[in-house]
Every structure is written in C-alpha cells, then in structure tokens.
C-alpha cells in the first residue's frame, strides 16, 4: 500500500514535470513568432496625410537590403531616427510621422528586415545593424550633423534605439514605452517559469543607457498593459543628467493618441531643450 501510494506521487510528478518543461520548450522554439510580428503589406504611406516622402531602400553591414522612409519637414533643425515597435510595419507609424511634421523635424523611419518591404528575418543582431544602416543613411547621404540627430525607439525599438545611442554619437535618446530586458519582460509575463534558462534575446536596454552620454527623454504611460510603468521609471532613473520623464496615459500603443495634448507638448519642449544646450555649447566653444 505504501509503494503505491509512492508510485501515483511519482508519476503525478513526473506528469507535471513533462507538462512543465514540454511549455518552457515550447516558448523557446516559439520566442521568434513571439518577439517578432512583423506584417509584410505596406499599402499606405506619408502621401496619404499629404506628406512628401522619399521612398529608400538601405543596404546593412551584412548586405540586407530594407525598406524606408524619409520625410522632410521644412526649415527642420533637427531629424528623428524612428526605431519603431516589434509589432507591424511604417506604415503603422503614420501618425508618429504626421506629429514630427507638425512639429517641424525630419523623419527617417526604417522597417527591420523581415518586416513590411524590407528582406530577411528579424534577429535581434538584425534590429541593430538595421538601425545602424539607418544612422550612417543619415550622416553619410543626408550629411546631417550628428548633434542633431534624435533617436526615437518605441516598445522594443527602445532598446534598439538605446543600443543605437551606445555605439554612435547623437544630438539626444527618446524611448517612449520601452522595458529593461528581454529577460525582465519575460520575467514579467510567466513569472511561474524558469525563464532564464529560456531566453534567446538580450535587448538589455539598462545595459545600454549606462554607456549613453546624451540627453534622455523618457516616455511612458501608467497605464500600460505590456510594459510595466516601473520599467519606464528604472530606465529614467538609470540615464545621467540631463534627462527628463514623461508620463502619458492610455495603452502601449495607443497612450501617444490618447494623451496627445500632454504628448506634443513634451516633443515641444524637449526641442526647445535640446536647442538651448546646442546654443550654451557653442557659446562655451566661442568663449
């Protein structure tokens, strides 16, 4: 009586340790289709809000060809470097571009590859080197002065963008909505497993911001239902002097739109910021 009531706990854990470990296997092959939800249609561009466009397509360090958008704003003096979510394509950043014009600066947002026209598979080694290829567009055919280059990252994108800061130099670093680490939103989302034995992505954006020497602007919403507000407030509380936080309201995607007025007012005095340190700069250089 007593080895059987040994053998029915033996095999009711042997049953949930299959179950267990079968679901850990499961989000590590599936992490991909997870991490990356790329839509391949781009029907729609910035001359749908009447916005003039050049139409680009940038070759990265690894010979990947990927697609991209540069919108000019008139009499701009500063230019957004778009690093956009893991979700659709840029054509679903249409409104994003459309503020930036209003705003007066250049737009230059980039499709990682595996996403809308662009070639390839999304890795996250592919995400920096897009993003790389996007930078060097800028300084090389564009000619733009590396002190006016912004680098925006939304979602995932803010870790591409706070990589992106970490290698090159540039004007300033927003990321709107961004989270720690690949393994902190993992963390997060199946708190019930052992979830570093798991991952395959890094994206350790906290990591990155230590070697960012730059003015940072933080973005997020309270009532984000993906990327925990705290993670906003460590990323904010990691950035050196000069920074500044911005809290929004409404959903991961939708907070920007939802609390546009609070939302452009912040990019309003953010550039008003950033112009006055360009200008004590170059008082400082004169003098």
Not at 59 to 86: F, M, Q, R, V
Not at 268 to 284: D, G, M, V
Request: hydrophobic letters at 40%.
């Amino acid at each position: 009586m007593h080895w059987n009531i040994l053998h029915i706990i033996f095999y009711i854990w042997l049953f949930f340790t299959m179950i267990y470990g079968g679901f850990g296997l499961t989000l590590y092959l599936m992490q991909p289709k997870l991490t990356y939800r790329p839509i391949r249609d781009v029907p729609y561009t910035p001359e749908e809000i009447g916005l003039e466009f050049e139409d680009l397509t940038l070759k990265t360090e690894d010979g990947i060809a990927i697609s991209a958008w540069y919108i000019p704003a008139p009499e701009s003096k500063y230019t957004i470097l778009l690093c956009h979510g893991n979700g659709g394509n840029i054509m679903h950043r249409l409104d994003n571009i459309n503020i930036f014009y209003n705003l007066g600066v250049n737009c230059l947002i980039f499709d990682y590859r595996g996403y809308g026209n662009s070639q390839g598979k999304p890795t996250e080694q592919g995400t920096y080197k897009d993003a790389m290829a996007a930078y060097k567009w800028l300084i090389e055919q564009k000619k733009v002065d590396t002190q006016t280059i912004i680098v925006y990252g939304q979602s995932l994108g803010g870790s591409v963008a706070a990589w992106l800061a970490s290698e090159v130099q540039i004007g300033s670093l927003v990321m709107e909505n961004a989270f720690t680490s690949y393994l902190d939103m993992a963390k997060n989302f199946y708190w019930y497993m052992p979830v570093r034995f798991f991952v395959r992505y890094k994206y350790d954006t906290l990591q990155y911001i230590d070697n960012v020497h730059c003015p940072i602007l933080v973005i997020h919403s309270r009532d984000d239902e993906i990327v925990p507000f705290e993670f906003g407030q460590r990323l904010y509380q990691a950035a050196i002097e000069p920074k500044q936080f911005i809290e929004i309201s409404g959903g991961h995607n939708d907070g920007f739109l939802v609390s546009i007025d609070i939302y452009r007012d912040a990019w309003r005095k953010w550039l008003i910021y950033l112009e006055k340190i360009s200008l004590a700069s170059k008082q400082n250089k004169a003098s």
